[in-house]
């Protein structure tokens, strides 16, 4: 593996410079954090799993005609994106009640939502990613109306897409999380996906027996968090094929 050059490091993943202008490498850990940051563990094969799972999603959206960052896959723990400026606003999509919404209303988890909900939160470590509304977005200019539109349509696609997707292997999608950034082609400017979509960003719960399959289970201590991200994994026919008993992958190159 030849030496990159990193640009940032962050709780899940690292981003090097990709091998052309304009593009960039993901590197998918197994580091894992929960309550902004005051926990922190390790979920063996993570990365590897997320890095397939966010490839197989990916590119099922970017079939149905969401613009997203996705390039491909360039091993088992790295695929290579578009270079986007990250707009600094975390949409969440949710459809049954659950985690933070879940408390600040008082509504038991598990409680279907009378229509899905966005909510905006700003992307800032120090503040603790505080919710903001769209004025707020607009007035401190940290997206457009047209942006902000955009990415509420792209989301609800994506969210009637997904819940179909993961309904077909028995799983509910309950909320998710979504980053979206600007890329400049031919002087136009396109709102396209970015990040990733896995278990780290998404409640995913068995239809059946409302087991959960997601990081729930690591910053809920309810044991079998690898167990979790694997049937994800296997559920979409995407383990990779040499067994859940080799998901190392190659190690980080600084
Ligand atoms: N989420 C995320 N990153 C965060 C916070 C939340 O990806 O920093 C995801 C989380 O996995 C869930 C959805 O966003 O699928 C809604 O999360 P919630 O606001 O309930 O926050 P939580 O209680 O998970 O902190």
């Not at 580091?31 to 990916?58: Q, W």
């Not at 600007?182 to 396109?190: F, G, K, Q, S, V």
């Not at 087991?211 to 309810?222: H, I, Q, S, T």
């Not at 049937?231 to 980080?252: F, H, Q, T, W, Y």
């Amino acid at each position: 593996m030849t030496r990159r050059r990193r640009i940032y490091e962050g709780k899940a993943k690292v981003l090097f410079e990709g091998p052309e202008p304009g593009t960039i490498v993901q590197y998918f850990k197994d580091d894992a954090s929960a309550f902004h940051n005051k926990k922190h563990g390790i979920i063996t094969g993570k990365g590897v799993l997320n890095n397939r799972i966010s490839e197989y999603l990916m590119m099922r959206l970017g079939e149905i005609g969401v613009p997203t960052h996705f390039v491909r896959r360039l091993n088992m723990r790295e695929q290579l994106v578009r270079e986007v400026e990250i707009i600094p606003i975390e949409l969440k999509v949710r459809n049954v009640a659950a985690g933070s919404l879940a408390k600040r209303f008082g509504i038991p988890e598990g409680t279907p939502l009378p229509r899905s909900i966005i909510e905006y939160y700003y992307k800032s470590d120090e503040l603790g990613d505080p919710m903001v509304s769209e004025e707020h977005i607009t007035a401190f200019g940290w997206a457009a109306p047209q942006d902000l539109d955009d990415m509420m349509t792209l989301s609800l696609r994506i969210n009637d897409y997904l819940t179909g997707l993961f309904l077909g292997i028995g799983l509910r999608l309950i909320d998710f999380k979504l980053e979206f950034g600007r890329l400049w082609e031919n002087e136009e400017m396109h709102i396209v996906l970015a990040d990733e979509i896995s278990p780290d960003n998404c409640r995913l719960w068995d239809v059946k027996t409302n087991e959960k399959l997601d990081k729930d289970r690591f910053r809920e201590d309810l044991g079998k968090v690898e167990e979790g991200y694997q049937e994800v994994a296997r559920r979409l026919g995407i383990l990779p094929e040499s067994g859940p008993n080799d998901l190392m992958g190659p190690k980080i190159v600084q």
